[in-house]
Protein backbone atom coordinates (compact mmCIF):
# COMPACT_ATOMS: atom_id res chain seq x y z
CA UNK A 1 0.00 0.00 0.00
CA UNK A 2 0.96 3.64 -0.41
CA UNK A 3 1.66 5.12 2.57
CA UNK A 4 2.12 8.68 2.02
CA UNK A 5 -0.63 9.96 3.73
CA UNK A 6 1.07 9.52 6.74
CA UNK A 7 3.93 11.97 5.55
CA UNK A 8 1.22 14.63 5.91
CA UNK A 9 -0.04 13.47 9.31
CA UNK A 10 2.85 13.00 11.21
CA UNK A 11 3.64 16.19 11.18
CA UNK A 12 0.56 17.89 11.41
CA UNK A 13 0.17 19.68 14.65
CA UNK A 14 -3.53 19.64 14.37
CA UNK A 15 -3.63 16.17 14.85
CA UNK A 16 -0.49 14.84 16.26
CA UNK A 17 0.19 15.01 20.04
CA UNK A 18 3.82 13.62 20.12
CA UNK A 19 4.27 17.50 20.38
CA UNK A 20 2.05 18.39 23.23
CA UNK A 21 2.90 22.26 23.64
CA UNK A 22 2.05 21.65 27.60
CA UNK A 23 5.68 19.45 27.74
CA UNK A 24 7.68 20.76 25.05
CA UNK A 25 9.95 18.61 23.77
CA UNK A 26 14.01 18.76 24.17
CA UNK A 27 16.61 19.07 21.36
CA UNK A 28 17.77 15.51 21.73
CA UNK A 29 13.84 14.21 21.71
CA UNK A 30 13.22 16.50 18.76
CA UNK A 31 15.95 15.02 16.96
CA UNK A 32 15.46 10.89 17.87
CA UNK A 33 11.65 11.82 16.83
CA UNK A 34 13.21 12.66 13.26
CA UNK A 35 15.23 10.28 12.97
CA UNK A 36 11.92 7.35 13.37
CA UNK A 37 10.09 9.97 10.83
CA UNK A 38 13.26 9.39 8.03
CA UNK A 39 12.40 5.28 8.07
CA UNK A 40 9.30 5.41 9.79
CA UNK A 41 7.39 5.49 6.42
CA UNK A 42 9.31 2.50 5.34
CA UNK A 43 8.85 0.01 8.41
CA UNK A 44 5.13 0.91 7.39
CA UNK A 45 4.62 -0.45 4.37
CA UNK A 46 6.97 -3.24 5.77
CA UNK A 47 4.56 -4.01 8.59
CA UNK A 48 2.09 -5.88 5.90
CA UNK A 49 4.85 -8.59 4.99
CA UNK A 50 5.31 -9.35 8.95
CA UNK A 51 1.39 -8.96 9.85
CA UNK A 52 1.22 -11.80 6.60
CA UNK A 53 3.70 -14.10 7.64
CA UNK A 54 4.29 -13.46 11.02
CA UNK A 55 7.96 -12.91 10.61
CA UNK A 56 10.14 -10.41 12.78
CA UNK A 57 10.79 -7.27 11.30
CA UNK A 58 14.41 -7.62 11.06
CA UNK A 59 15.36 -5.03 8.68
CA UNK A 60 13.87 -2.26 10.75
CA UNK A 61 16.11 -3.34 13.22
CA UNK A 62 19.18 -3.07 10.85
CA UNK A 63 17.64 0.71 11.11
CA UNK A 64 17.84 0.73 14.71
CA UNK A 65 20.97 -0.51 15.01
CA UNK A 66 22.47 2.15 12.72
CA UNK A 67 20.54 4.99 14.19
CA UNK A 68 22.75 3.73 17.83
CA UNK A 69 19.28 3.21 18.95
CA UNK A 70 20.36 -0.50 20.63
CA UNK A 71 21.66 1.83 22.94
CA UNK A 72 18.86 4.38 23.46
CA UNK A 73 18.82 4.12 27.20
CA UNK A 74 22.43 2.76 27.27
CA UNK A 75 24.12 5.56 29.79
CA UNK A 76 26.57 7.89 28.31
CA UNK A 77 29.25 7.26 30.34
CA UNK A 78 29.02 3.21 28.49
CA UNK A 79 28.62 5.07 24.98
CA UNK A 80 25.20 5.12 24.92
CA UNK A 81 22.57 7.41 24.10
CA UNK A 82 21.69 8.11 28.15
CA UNK A 83 17.94 8.95 27.53
CA UNK A 84 16.01 8.92 30.64
CA UNK A 85 12.53 7.13 30.95
CA UNK A 86 10.49 9.87 28.89
CA UNK A 87 12.28 10.21 26.22
CA UNK A 88 12.46 5.94 25.77
CA UNK A 89 8.21 6.78 25.88
CA UNK A 90 8.69 9.52 23.30
CA UNK A 91 10.77 7.67 21.19
CA UNK A 92 8.42 4.40 21.24
CA UNK A 93 5.43 5.48 20.54
CA UNK A 94 6.60 7.03 17.62
CA UNK A 95 8.21 4.10 16.54
CA UNK A 96 4.59 2.51 17.21
CA UNK A 97 3.21 5.25 14.98
CA UNK A 98 4.72 3.08 11.86
CA UNK A 99 5.34 -0.20 13.33
CA UNK A 100 3.28 -1.65 16.24
CA UNK A 101 5.47 -5.01 16.72
CA UNK A 102 8.59 -3.20 15.94
CA UNK A 103 8.10 -1.06 19.09
CA UNK A 104 6.10 -3.97 21.50
CA UNK A 105 9.69 -5.77 20.70
CA UNK A 106 11.60 -2.57 21.68
CA UNK A 107 10.32 -2.34 24.45
CA UNK A 108 11.79 -5.60 25.67
CA UNK A 109 15.05 -4.58 24.48
CA UNK A 110 14.89 -1.82 26.23
CA UNK A 111 14.24 -2.76 29.91
CA UNK A 112 17.39 -4.69 29.98
CA UNK A 113 19.28 -1.58 29.41
CA UNK A 114 16.74 0.86 31.29
CA UNK A 115 16.02 -1.43 34.24
CA UNK A 116 19.75 -1.53 34.60
CA UNK A 117 21.31 1.68 34.74
CA UNK A 118 20.72 5.16 36.48
CA UNK A 119 17.45 3.57 38.88
CA UNK A 120 19.91 0.57 40.06
CA UNK A 121 22.31 3.25 41.18
CA UNK A 122 19.77 5.12 43.37
CA UNK A 123 18.77 1.68 45.14
CA UNK A 124 20.56 0.68 48.33
CA UNK A 125 22.72 -1.42 47.87
CA UNK A 126 26.59 -2.47 49.40
CA UNK A 127 29.44 -1.50 47.87
CA UNK A 128 30.11 -4.78 46.48
CA UNK A 129 27.32 -5.13 44.77
CA UNK A 130 27.53 -2.21 42.77
CA UNK A 131 31.18 -3.07 41.47
CA UNK A 132 30.00 -6.49 40.47
CA UNK A 133 27.10 -4.68 39.03
CA UNK A 134 28.96 -1.81 37.35
CA UNK A 135 31.30 -4.22 35.52
CA UNK A 136 28.38 -6.81 34.70
CA UNK A 137 26.14 -3.96 32.93
CA UNK A 138 29.53 -2.36 30.94
CA UNK A 139 29.84 -5.95 29.35
CA UNK A 140 26.28 -6.34 28.44
CA UNK A 141 25.69 -2.52 27.06
CA UNK A 142 29.22 -3.47 25.35
CA UNK A 143 26.88 -5.94 23.44
CA UNK A 144 23.84 -3.77 22.86
CA UNK A 145 26.11 -0.89 21.32
CA UNK A 146 27.84 -3.75 18.93
CA UNK A 147 24.31 -4.51 17.90
CA UNK A 148 23.15 -7.13 19.91
CA UNK A 149 19.28 -7.42 20.73
CA UNK A 150 17.96 -8.17 24.16
CA UNK A 151 14.31 -9.62 24.76
CA UNK A 152 12.57 -9.98 28.28
CA UNK A 153 10.98 -13.19 28.45
CA UNK A 154 9.10 -13.27 32.01
CA UNK A 155 5.76 -14.71 31.73
CA UNK A 156 5.02 -18.42 32.42
CA UNK A 157 1.46 -18.92 32.05
CA UNK A 158 0.94 -18.42 35.77
CA UNK A 159 0.70 -15.56 38.03
CA UNK A 160 4.65 -14.93 38.42
CA UNK A 161 4.41 -12.74 36.11
CA UNK A 162 1.74 -10.36 37.73
CA UNK A 163 4.14 -10.70 40.65
CA UNK A 164 1.96 -13.73 42.55
CA UNK A 165 3.89 -16.05 43.15
CA UNK A 166 8.01 -16.68 42.48
CA UNK A 167 9.17 -17.47 39.18
CA UNK A 168 8.89 -20.86 38.28
CA UNK A 169 12.33 -20.94 36.43
CA UNK A 170 14.89 -21.32 38.36
CA UNK A 171 18.78 -20.81 38.26
CA UNK A 172 21.08 -22.82 40.68
CA UNK A 173 24.25 -21.74 41.70
CA UNK A 174 26.97 -24.23 40.30
CA UNK A 175 30.88 -24.24 39.50
CA UNK A 176 30.98 -20.30 40.25
CA UNK A 177 27.90 -19.32 37.76
CA UNK A 178 24.64 -20.18 37.23
CA UNK A 179 22.59 -23.20 35.59
CA UNK A 180 19.11 -22.24 34.42
CA UNK A 181 16.13 -24.57 33.95
CA UNK A 182 12.53 -23.61 33.38
CA UNK A 183 10.16 -22.43 30.20
CA UNK A 184 8.83 -18.98 29.36
CA UNK A 185 5.99 -18.50 27.23
CA UNK A 186 5.74 -15.41 24.63
CA UNK A 187 8.51 -14.48 24.17
CA UNK A 188 8.56 -11.82 21.83
CA UNK A 189 11.97 -11.25 19.51
CA UNK A 190 12.53 -15.69 20.47
CA UNK A 191 14.74 -16.73 17.34
CA UNK A 192 15.59 -13.23 17.00
CA UNK A 193 17.17 -11.66 19.78
CA UNK A 194 20.51 -12.74 21.22
CA UNK A 195 20.13 -12.47 24.51
CA UNK A 196 16.74 -13.38 26.65
CA UNK A 197 16.74 -11.51 29.71
CA UNK A 198 15.71 -13.64 31.98
CA UNK A 199 13.76 -13.18 35.42
CA UNK A 200 13.60 -16.72 37.51
CA UNK A 201 14.16 -17.75 40.82
CA UNK A 202 17.41 -18.47 43.15
CA UNK A 203 17.22 -22.51 43.81
CA UNK A 204 16.91 -22.05 47.38
CA UNK A 205 14.47 -23.90 49.97
CA UNK A 206 11.07 -22.07 49.86
CA UNK A 207 12.11 -19.47 47.72
CA UNK A 208 9.91 -16.13 48.08
CA UNK A 209 9.87 -12.78 45.57
CA UNK A 210 12.89 -11.16 47.01
CA UNK A 211 14.82 -14.51 45.85
CA UNK A 212 14.23 -13.11 41.84
CA UNK A 213 16.76 -13.36 39.71
CA UNK A 214 17.59 -11.52 36.26
CA UNK A 215 19.77 -13.44 33.78
CA UNK A 216 20.91 -12.61 30.44
CA UNK A 217 21.40 -15.99 28.58
CA UNK A 218 23.08 -15.90 25.34
CA UNK A 219 20.48 -17.11 22.68
CA UNK A 220 23.14 -19.64 21.32
CA UNK A 221 23.63 -21.33 24.75
CA UNK A 222 23.26 -25.13 24.93
CA UNK A 223 20.20 -25.79 26.12
CA UNK A 224 18.52 -23.10 24.95
CA UNK A 225 15.66 -23.62 22.12
CA UNK A 226 12.76 -22.22 20.81
CA UNK A 227 9.71 -24.10 20.61
CA UNK A 228 6.23 -24.02 19.56
CA UNK A 229 3.97 -22.06 16.54
CA UNK A 230 2.97 -18.39 16.61
CA UNK A 231 -0.16 -17.91 14.80
CA UNK A 232 -1.96 -14.86 16.88
CA UNK A 233 -4.56 -12.54 16.70
CA UNK A 234 -2.45 -9.45 16.54
CA UNK A 235 1.33 -8.34 17.05
CA UNK A 236 2.40 -10.86 14.84
CA UNK A 237 5.32 -9.27 14.11
CA UNK A 238 6.38 -10.32 17.55
CA UNK A 239 7.01 -13.86 17.12
CA UNK A 240 6.65 -14.35 21.09
CA UNK A 241 7.18 -18.09 20.53
CA UNK A 242 7.92 -20.67 24.02
CA UNK A 243 11.33 -20.51 25.23
CA UNK A 244 12.76 -23.54 27.15
CA UNK A 245 16.06 -23.66 29.13
CA UNK A 246 17.58 -27.06 29.74
CA UNK A 247 20.74 -27.00 32.14
CA UNK A 248 21.96 -23.36 30.30
CA UNK A 249 25.32 -22.57 32.43
CA UNK A 250 26.18 -19.20 32.10
CA UNK A 251 28.77 -17.35 34.36
CA UNK A 252 28.18 -14.98 37.34
CA UNK A 253 28.64 -11.88 34.36
CA UNK A 254 25.08 -12.76 33.02
CA UNK A 255 23.36 -11.10 36.52
CA UNK A 256 21.48 -8.54 34.88
CA UNK A 257 21.02 -6.75 38.65
CA UNK A 258 22.69 -8.35 41.80
CA UNK A 259 20.91 -11.04 43.62
CA UNK A 260 17.52 -9.51 46.01
CA UNK A 261 18.04 -6.20 43.95
CA UNK A 262 15.09 -6.97 41.48
CA UNK A 263 11.93 -6.86 43.98
CA UNK A 264 13.82 -3.57 45.13
CA UNK A 265 13.70 -2.23 42.00
CA UNK A 266 10.06 -3.14 41.26
CA UNK A 267 8.92 -1.73 44.48
CA UNK A 268 10.23 1.41 44.46
CA UNK A 269 10.08 1.84 40.50
CA UNK A 270 6.34 1.26 39.71
CA UNK A 271 7.03 2.68 36.63
CA UNK A 272 9.30 0.38 34.89
CA UNK A 273 6.01 -1.28 34.41
CA UNK A 274 4.83 1.18 32.31
CA UNK A 275 7.03 0.66 29.08
CA UNK A 276 4.27 -0.63 26.88
CA UNK A 277 2.22 2.20 27.02
CA UNK A 278 4.10 4.06 24.32
CA UNK A 279 3.65 0.94 21.72
CA UNK A 280 -0.32 1.40 22.42
CA UNK A 281 -0.51 5.28 21.99
CA UNK A 282 1.57 5.45 19.36
CA UNK A 283 -0.64 3.12 17.56
CA UNK A 284 -3.50 4.30 19.13
CA UNK A 285 -2.56 7.83 17.20
CA UNK A 286 -1.88 5.91 14.10
CA UNK A 287 -5.42 4.38 13.66
CA UNK A 288 -6.43 8.07 14.26
CA UNK A 289 -4.46 10.06 11.94
CA UNK A 290 -5.45 7.13 8.84
CA UNK A 291 -9.43 7.14 9.70
CA UNK A 292 -9.07 11.08 9.21
CA UNK A 293 -7.07 10.77 5.68
CA UNK A 294 -9.23 7.85 4.89
CA UNK A 295 -12.71 9.68 5.41
CA UNK A 296 -11.04 12.92 3.58
CA UNK A 297 -10.40 10.59 0.84
CA UNK A 298 -6.70 11.22 0.85
CA UNK A 299 -5.81 7.43 1.03
CA UNK A 300 -4.54 5.92 -2.18
CA UNK A 301 -6.32 3.23 -3.58
CA UNK A 302 -9.99 5.15 -2.62
CA UNK A 303 -10.01 8.40 -2.45
CA UNK A 304 -13.35 9.24 -2.28
CA UNK A 305 -14.43 11.59 0.56
CA UNK A 306 -16.62 10.35 3.09
CA UNK A 307 -16.35 13.32 6.16
CA UNK A 308 -19.66 15.02 4.89
CA UNK A 309 -21.66 12.45 6.78
CA UNK A 310 -22.72 13.76 10.03
CA UNK A 311 -22.30 10.07 12.35
CA UNK A 312 -19.07 9.99 10.61
CA UNK A 313 -18.24 13.35 12.12
CA UNK A 314 -19.71 12.70 15.36
CA UNK A 315 -17.87 8.98 15.41
CA UNK A 316 -14.36 10.72 14.70
CA UNK A 317 -15.09 13.71 17.60
CA UNK A 318 -15.67 10.68 19.94
CA UNK A 319 -12.37 9.13 18.78
CA UNK A 320 -10.45 12.12 19.43
CA UNK A 321 -11.52 13.01 22.47
CA UNK A 322 -10.55 9.46 24.00
CA UNK A 323 -7.19 9.96 22.32
CA UNK A 324 -6.77 13.11 24.06
CA UNK A 325 -7.68 11.96 26.95
CA UNK A 326 -5.05 9.57 26.35
CA UNK A 327 -2.25 11.60 25.70
CA UNK A 328 -3.14 13.58 28.82
CA UNK A 329 -2.75 11.19 30.72
CA UNK A 330 0.56 9.85 28.74
CA UNK A 331 2.46 12.89 29.26
CA UNK A 332 1.63 13.26 32.73
CA UNK A 333 2.41 9.77 34.10
CA UNK A 334 5.53 9.46 31.94
CA UNK A 335 6.76 12.82 33.30
CA UNK A 336 6.41 11.01 36.93
CA UNK A 337 9.01 8.62 37.06
CA UNK A 338 11.06 8.60 39.80
CA UNK A 339 12.22 6.25 43.00
CA UNK A 340 9.67 5.83 45.47
CA UNK A 341 6.45 7.86 43.68
CA UNK A 342 3.40 9.11 45.89
CA UNK A 343 0.71 7.32 45.94
CA UNK A 344 -1.19 9.74 43.72
CA UNK A 345 1.55 9.16 41.15
CA UNK A 346 1.59 4.92 41.54
CA UNK A 347 -2.34 5.21 41.31
CA UNK A 348 -2.17 7.45 38.19
CA UNK A 349 0.49 5.35 36.48
CA UNK A 350 -2.07 2.37 36.44
CA UNK A 351 -4.78 4.63 35.15
CA UNK A 352 -2.37 6.09 32.62
CA UNK A 353 -2.05 1.97 31.50
CA UNK A 354 -5.75 1.07 31.76
CA UNK A 355 -6.61 4.13 29.83
CA UNK A 356 -4.13 4.13 27.18
CA UNK A 357 -4.51 0.14 26.48
CA UNK A 358 -8.37 0.39 26.54
CA UNK A 359 -8.62 3.97 24.61
CA UNK A 360 -6.27 2.51 21.63
CA UNK A 361 -8.29 -1.02 21.56
CA UNK A 362 -11.78 1.52 21.27
CA UNK A 363 -10.79 3.88 18.99
CA UNK A 364 -9.54 0.76 16.20
CA UNK A 365 -13.37 -0.77 16.58
CA UNK A 366 -14.46 2.94 16.54
CA UNK A 367 -12.04 3.28 13.39
CA UNK A 368 -13.35 0.50 11.43
CA UNK A 369 -16.95 1.18 11.69
CA UNK A 370 -16.62 4.52 10.73
CA UNK A 371 -14.46 4.35 7.63
CA UNK A 372 -16.71 1.18 6.65
CA UNK A 373 -16.08 -2.31 4.56
CA UNK A 374 -13.12 -1.26 2.18
CA UNK A 375 -10.97 -0.25 4.32
CA UNK A 376 -11.10 -3.85 6.18
CA UNK A 377 -9.56 -5.02 3.25
CA UNK A 378 -6.18 -5.74 4.02
CA UNK A 379 -4.66 -3.62 1.05
CA UNK A 380 -5.41 -0.96 4.02
CA UNK A 381 -3.22 -1.21 7.64
CA UNK A 382 -6.79 -0.64 9.35
CA UNK A 383 -7.58 -4.21 9.73
CA UNK A 384 -4.49 -5.01 11.91
CA UNK A 385 -4.14 -1.85 13.68
CA UNK A 386 -7.46 -3.12 15.25
CA UNK A 387 -5.97 -7.12 15.87
CA UNK A 388 -2.60 -5.62 17.30
CA UNK A 389 -4.59 -2.84 19.65
CA UNK A 390 -6.50 -5.75 21.00
CA UNK A 391 -3.07 -7.10 22.37
CA UNK A 392 -2.90 -4.22 24.98
CA UNK A 393 -4.65 -4.84 27.34
CA UNK A 394 -3.57 -8.54 28.51
CA UNK A 395 0.51 -7.60 28.83
CA UNK A 396 1.55 -8.56 31.98
CA UNK A 397 2.13 -7.42 34.59
CA UNK A 398 0.08 -4.99 33.97
CA UNK A 399 -2.96 -5.89 32.24
CA UNK A 400 -6.12 -3.92 32.32
CA UNK A 401 -8.07 -5.57 34.67
CA UNK A 402 -4.74 -5.89 37.01
CA UNK A 403 -4.40 -1.95 37.07
CA UNK A 404 -8.49 -1.99 37.70
CA UNK A 405 -8.00 -4.07 41.14
CA UNK A 406 -5.05 -2.35 41.91
CA UNK A 407 -6.29 1.07 41.59
CA UNK A 408 -9.66 0.02 43.22
CA UNK A 409 -7.91 -1.22 46.74
CA UNK A 410 -5.30 1.34 46.07
CA UNK A 411 -7.88 4.07 46.66
CA UNK A 412 -10.00 2.58 48.98
CA UNK A 413 -7.36 1.17 51.41
CA UNK A 414 -4.14 3.48 53.05
CA UNK A 415 -0.88 2.35 53.53
CA UNK A 416 -0.83 -0.21 56.02
CA UNK A 417 -4.78 -1.35 55.46
CA UNK A 418 -5.97 -4.17 54.19
CA UNK A 419 -8.31 -6.00 52.99
CA UNK A 420 -7.86 -8.60 55.99
CA UNK A 421 -8.65 -5.74 58.18
CA UNK A 422 -12.76 -5.75 57.10
CA UNK A 423 -13.01 -9.72 57.24
C1 LIG B 1 1.95 -9.98 21.39
C2 LIG B 1 2.39 -10.36 22.74
C3 LIG B 1 3.73 -10.24 23.07
C4 LIG B 1 4.18 -10.59 24.34
N1 LIG B 1 5.50 -10.49 24.62
C5 LIG B 1 5.95 -10.85 25.86
C6 LIG B 1 7.34 -10.79 26.18
O1 LIG B 1 8.18 -10.39 25.39
N2 LIG B 1 7.72 -11.17 27.42
C7 LIG B 1 6.84 -11.61 28.32
O2 LIG B 1 7.25 -11.94 29.41
N3 LIG B 1 5.52 -11.69 28.05
C8 LIG B 1 5.06 -11.32 26.84
N4 LIG B 1 3.73 -11.42 26.54
C9 LIG B 1 2.84 -12.08 27.52
C10 LIG B 1 1.92 -11.20 28.28
O3 LIG B 1 2.63 -10.23 29.02
C11 LIG B 1 1.12 -12.06 29.25
O4 LIG B 1 1.98 -12.77 30.10
C12 LIG B 1 0.28 -13.07 28.56
O5 LIG B 1 -0.55 -12.43 27.65
C13 LIG B 1 -0.51 -13.80 29.65
O6 LIG B 1 -1.29 -14.81 29.07
P1 LIG B 1 -2.19 -15.74 30.04
O7 LIG B 1 -3.15 -16.48 29.17
O8 LIG B 1 -1.27 -16.53 30.88
O9 LIG B 1 -2.94 -14.58 30.81
P2 LIG B 1 -3.79 -14.31 32.08
O10 LIG B 1 -4.58 -15.49 32.47
O11 LIG B 1 -4.52 -13.06 31.82
O12 LIG B 1 -2.73 -13.98 33.18
C14 LIG B 1 -1.68 -14.85 33.56
C15 LIG B 1 -1.71 -15.13 35.03
O13 LIG B 1 -1.58 -13.94 35.78
C16 LIG B 1 -2.41 -14.00 36.89
N5 LIG B 1 -3.39 -12.91 36.90
C17 LIG B 1 -4.19 -12.52 35.91
N6 LIG B 1 -4.99 -11.53 36.33
C18 LIG B 1 -4.66 -11.29 37.60
C19 LIG B 1 -5.13 -10.39 38.56
N7 LIG B 1 -6.14 -9.55 38.30
N8 LIG B 1 -4.55 -10.40 39.77
C20 LIG B 1 -3.56 -11.26 40.05
N9 LIG B 1 -3.07 -12.13 39.19
C21 LIG B 1 -3.63 -12.15 37.98
C22 LIG B 1 -3.16 -15.30 36.83
O14 LIG B 1 -2.63 -16.17 37.78
C23 LIG B 1 -2.99 -15.80 35.46
O15 LIG B 1 -2.86 -17.19 35.37
C24 LIG B 1 3.26 -11.06 25.29
C25 LIG B 1 1.90 -11.17 24.97
C26 LIG B 1 1.46 -10.82 23.72
C27 LIG B 1 -0.01 -10.94 23.41
Same mark, same amino acid.
Request: with cysteine; glycine share 8%.
Given at each position: ?17 ? +????? *? ?9 ? #? ?9 ? =? ?8 ? &? ?8 ? /? ?5 ? !?? $? ?22 ? !? ?7 ? #? ?5 L ?5 I? /???L??E ?12 Y ?31 ? =? ?29 ? $? ?14 ? /? $? ?11 ? #? ?8 ? &? ?16 Y???A??? *? ?14 ? /????F ?16 ? #?? $???Q ?17 H ?15 L?? +? ?9 C ?8 R? !? ?7 ? +????R +??R ?24 L ?11
Open positions: MDSSYLRKYARSADHNTF +FADAQ *PLTDEQQRLIA #MIDEVGVKWAE =RAFEHDRDAS &FPTANYEDIK /AMGLLGL !CV $PKRHGGLGADYRTYTLVASRMSYY !CSATANTFN #MHNANAWTADMD /ALDPAQRASHEQNRSLHANMLAGNIYAQPFSEGSGAAAGRHPFGTVATR =RDGGWVLNGKKIFASLAGSADYYGVLCTEDV $PNPTLADTMFLAIPAR /A $PGVSVVGDWDPLG #MRGTVSRTLL &FADVHVDDTAQMMPRGVIQASRY *PHMFMTLTPTYIGLAQ /AVFDTVAYLRGEVAGVNVKRR #MY $PTKITVAEMYVKLQQAWALFRATSEFKLNPSRAERRA +FACQNTVMEAAEIAAAAVV !CGGQAMLKT +FPLE +FYDARCGSLMLPWTAEICIDRIGQGVYEDGESPKDDQ
